[in-house]
């Protein structure tokens, strides 16, 4: 029998991985649930029935979007992805007003509460809410999804067929419906027990096979292969060991959280990490690390450095979309060092350094046995396997205008979850623009007002290396926001 998952019609893994299984296993839990959220700010209201019609496409075009995890009984088999026969697109497909004045601010606002409530893991793991009621006719959409569902490179994939590259495309055609699959747990668990002879067969062969390898190795060269060994032990201990002490101010957690937001060109961005010889990724870093230094030197607590964890992606132009490939890199972010420019060089080098290290997927190489834990221990771990206060991801999404249902999409935000960590950080890059999102638990960053101001400082310090440029708040008046001058010491023009 074969160790290689099955594939439904659309190339899709039937069978969760071990690690989507933990992140699917975690939505049950407020402190483990993996939700991730992406926020569009829209320059119109898009007629509803077009709208609705966009997902329907997509969804008869990604199976997974259709598609709901049935569970087995008894842990004989793996969990599975199957098309849902219940499927109703009226449950996914929302719509809500927001209350005058209609900023972006509720938007987000309704976005935590969204992120905040566990999605129903008996239907497919996805929502997508149209928000209208934003001022000057304007529109926002709240796209909810499971981290066992795919990452965030992954969505970028799987949901580009709900836009356009124009604002009036032509009609498309709507495709059949897919065949649904009614598997029930006591089906999969039944599937399995008759599968396990084979599957105990297959895995004695492997471990025997795997076993005469290894010691034929050892018999050919022996110094090198214990040698391998030893340093893939040493590299594996340096990838999961944290990078840094943690953060005495970030300490606590709660299940209260809040997120702010700001706007940069992407050219401006470009520029400044240009200017010193980084990447996007280090000047966007560079710039989180200055904000986080600015907040614990107004409360009173500067630290040198805390432990970041930066998501890096696996994926493959060959991987389907759906499922998990990323693993993380801890990083002792240098929030001690006041230079931008330092800030940049370091957080270069040690990015470097940490992708070539040989175990990078050591978090994906321990899942299987992580996935067989019972759901208090995996709680108990929840934030301790990437030892981070602060989480910091990077996607990009689609370089040109997009629109959907005839409304041009004028920024996207990015909301991750909060698996233990004070902070996750987003930044996504979309029609020459970067948004860099911050969600943090408010019993670890107390003081909201505070911590904006220091995000625009922050980042501010960063874009200054490139020219005189500034970032400005999220803020639904997007022509108001970039005629807006905020300071470190003050709020920004709303």
């Known amino acids: 029998m074969s160790d290689v998952p099955e594939h439904d019609a659309a190339g899709l893994p039937e069978e969760l991985s071990p690690f989507d299984q933990i992140l699917h296993r975690g939505e049950a839990n407020p402190r483990t649930r993996s939700g991730i959220m ?52 009226d449950f996914h497909v929302r719509r809500v007003r927001v209350p005058a004045p209609g900023t972006l601010r509720q938007v987000i606002d309704l976005a935590e509460v969204a992120l905040q409530s566990p999605l129903d893991i008996s239907r497919p793991l996805w929502t997508a809410t149209l928000v209208e009621g934003l001022a000057d006719g304007r529109a926002a959409t709240m796209l909810h999804l499971s981290h066992a569902v795919t990452d965030g490179v992954g969505s970028v994939e799987m949901f ?62 022996p110094i090198s292969a214990v040698g391998g060994v030893v340093d893939y032990a040493r590299s594996g201990a340096r990838v999961m060991s944290p990078a840094a002490e943690p953060s005495p101010l970030l300490r606590r957690r709660s299940l209260s959280s809040r997120t702010e937001a700001i706007d940069i060109p992407l050219s401006d961005l470009h520029k400044a990490a240009k200017a010193v010889g980084g990447s996007i990724n280090d000047a966007y870093l560079a710039g989180v690390c200055g904000a986080l230094r600015l907040y614990h030197e107004a409360k009173g607590i500067p630290v040198q450095a805390l432990p970041m964890a930066v998501p890096v992606n ?19 972010a240098p929030v001690g060092i006041a230079d931008p420019q330092r800030r940049i060089k370091n957080i270069r080098a040690q990015m470097t350094r940490k992708r070539e290290e040989r175990a990078l997927d050591m978090v994906g190489a321990i899942a299987p046995v992580l996935s067989l834990l019972p759901d208090n221990l995996l709680e108990s771990m929840a934030g301790s396997i990437v030892n981070s206060d602060v989480q910091a991801s990077n996607v ?71 020219g005189p440029a500034r970032a400005v708040p999220a803020t639904f008046a997007v022509e108001a926001a970039e005629s807006s001058t905020p300071s470190p010491n003050g709020s920004a023009a709303q």
């Open 38 to 89: 992406g926020v569009e700010l829209l320059d119109t209201t898009p007629d509803w029935d077009r709208f609705r019609t966009r997902f329907d496409i997509a969804s008869r075009k990604v199976l997974r979007l259709r598609q709901k995890v049935v569970m087995p009984t008894l842990p004989t088999a793996a969990p599975r992805w199957v098309v849902d026969p219940d499927f109703n697109l």
């Open 160 to 221: 580009a067929n709900i836009y356009d590259l124009e604002r009036d495309p032509p009609p498309q055609e709507i495709p059949p419906l897919p065949i649904p699959q009614d598997l029930s747990p006591n089906d999969l668990m039944r599937e399995g027990i008759n599968r396990l002879p084979g599957a105990i067969f297959g895995g004695v062969r492997g471990v025997l096979g795997g076993a005469a390898h290894a010691v034929g190795q050892v018999v050919r060269d």
């Open 314 to 332: 696996l994926r493959s132009e060959a991987d389907p979309a759906g499922g998990n490939r990323f693993t993380g890199v801890n990083l002792a």
């Open 396 to 466: 990009p999404v689609y370089a040109g205008d997009t629109y959907i249902a005839g409304a041009k999409i004028l920024r996207h935000y990015g909301l991750g979850p909060l698996p233990g960590v004070a902070m996750m950080v987003v930044l996504i890059s979309r029609g020459g623009y970067c948004t860099i999102t911050a969600r943090y638990d408010r019993a670890a960053i107390n003081d909201d007002a505070l911590f904006a101001r220091c995000l625009l400082a922050g980042f501010d310090e960063v874009l200054a290396l490139g």
